[in-house]
């Protein structure tokens, strides 16, 4: 389930049923109604609506909640899931009720605007009149080959809900590149921050993957590429890239275009230093950044501290600019390292892993 529509009489749960699968999938769901409704409640003309939700559904992964019937064949047509809320007249004019109370002169979360909560015959009406029957054929007729769902009632919406897990957290965090093999700290020792994450995210049952790239002294982009994509990553994974990591991650992302949670670039490589033996990293930062990165991941981040070398802070005016990216300067860590953090704990990292 990727591309998902909730639809069915106006009263019936779908906003909130919505809400609640789109977190446990970790998917963008889309309040028809935010989008339908100007001030006042003057509606959106039906062309321009349906360009509107055109355009909703290019992304790759949505939930698209409301009725509107008059485009509902182009949301069946793009959808790989239906859901049908056909619940008794009843049941829908007691929670319309219950709804009109609950938000008296204000205005829904879902409806934006100065649209504030009305209920009126015409209301009334719209449901006594609701064809619940024939709406139901239509879109099973309609739906042909997708997974259809159809919930009668709250029991059924309850038990539906329980059959869908949250899709998990995970972290991925990717170390950088020492100028020589005698530089090289392994993956998993005490005195990497990269190590303490792990051991803390996973005390909290949170998977965390720390993959030991390819000769890492002279990274090469395709085989750091070939040895990450052994790993997940889906629209709840958090990456973590430092110093040379924080180049690959910007460029994988940027020929990938996978959608993540978080994207967390520490002290990123770019430029190229005039430290001895800079050019090792050469190969791996060759390539342009995309701004389009900005629109796959839910947030960007990128820390930095005062101490590091002017290439260094380039590398995140570039990064922050390009990538629209909130910037965390932390003074007295320097290149992120043991040797300069003095200290294996990163307890700031941590903290926006979690938020």
């Known amino acids: 389930m990727k591309k998902i529509i909730v639809i069915g009489c106006p009263g019936a749960g779908k906003t909130t049923f919505?809400?609640?699968?789109?977190?446990?999938?970790?998917?963008?769901?889309?309040?028809?109604?935010?989008?339908?409704?100007?001030?006042?409640?003057?509606?959106?003309?039906?062309?321009?609506?349906?360009?509107?939700?055109?355009?909703?559904?290019?992304?790759?992964?949505?939930?698209?909640?409301?009725?509107?019937?008059?485009?509902?064949?182009?949301?069946?047509?793009?959808?790989?899931?239906?859901?049908?809320?056909?619940?008794?007249?009843?049941?829908?004019?007691?929670?319309?009720?219950?709804?009109?109370?609950?938000?008296?002169?204000?205005?829904?979360?879902?409806?934006?605007?100065?649209?504030?909560?009305?209920?009126?015959?015409?209301?009334?009406?719209?449901?006594?009149?609701?064809?619940?029957?024939?709406?139901?054929?239509?879109?099973?007729?309609?739906?042909?080959?997708?997974?259809?769902?159809?919930?009668?009632?709250q029991k059924e919406v309850n038990n539906f809900l329980s059959s869908i897990s949250f899709m998990e957290l995970n972290c991925i965090i990717i170390h950088g590149s020492p100028r020589s093999p005698a530089h090289w700290v392994p993956i998993g020792d005490k005195k990497r921050?990269?190590?303490?994450?792990?051991?803390?995210?996973?005390?909290?049952?949170?998977?965390?993957?720390?993959?030991?790239?390819?000769?890492?002294?002279?990274?090469?982009?395709?085989?750091?590429?070939?040895?990450?994509?052994?790993?997940?990553?889906?629209?709840?994974?958090?990456?973590?890239?430092?110093?040379?990591?924080?180049?690959?991650?910007?460029?994988?992302?940027?020929?990938s275009k996978k959608k993540i949670k978080k994207l967390i670039l520490v002290a990123p490589g770019k430029n190229i230093g005039t430290y001895p033996n800079a050019e090792h990293n050469k190969e791996l930062y060759d390539f342009e950044i995309d701004p389009l990165i900005k629109d796959l991941a839910e947030e960007i981040i990128i820390f930095t501290s005062p101490e590091e070398p002017p290439h260094r802070q380039k590398n995140v005016l570039l990064y922050k600019g390009l990538l629209d990216a909130k910037v965390v300067s932390l003074p007295g860590k320097g290149h992120f390292t043991f040797d300069e953090m003095k200290t294996d704990e990163f307890p700031e990292l941590l903290d926006i892993i979690l938020s």
């Open 18 to 153: 919505s809400n609640i699968l789109g977190q446990k999938l970790n998917i963008k769901v889309h309040h028809l109604d935010k989008y339908f409704w100007k001030e006042n409640w003057t509606p959106t003309p039906q062309e321009d609506f349906r360009k509107i939700v055109i355009d909703l559904m290019k992304e790759d992964e949505w939930i698209l909640d409301g009725n509107f019937k008059r485009s509902v064949e182009d949301r069946i047509k793009e959808a790989d899931t239906v859901i049908l809320f056909d619940f008794s007249k009843i049941a829908i004019l007691w929670r319309i009720l219950k709804r009109f109370f609950r938000y008296i002169n204000r205005v829904r979360p879902e409806m934006g605007g100065n649209n504030k909560e009305a209920l009126k015959w015409v209301h009334i009406k719209y449901i006594l009149r609701y064809p619940r029957a024939e709406y139901c054929s239509y879109v099973t007729k309609l739906a042909l080959g997708k997974k259809v769902v159809v919930l009668r009632n």
């Open 193 to 255: 921050w990269i190590t303490w994450i792990k051991n803390e995210l996973e005390k909290k049952g949170i998977k965390a993957y720390t993959p030991n790239m390819p000769v890492p002294w002279q990274p090469v982009y395709k085989d750091w590429k070939e040895e990450f994509e052994k790993f997940p990553v889906n629209n709840a994974t958090v990456l973590i890239g430092h110093s040379a990591g924080g180049a690959f991650l910007p460029r994988w992302l940027g020929e």
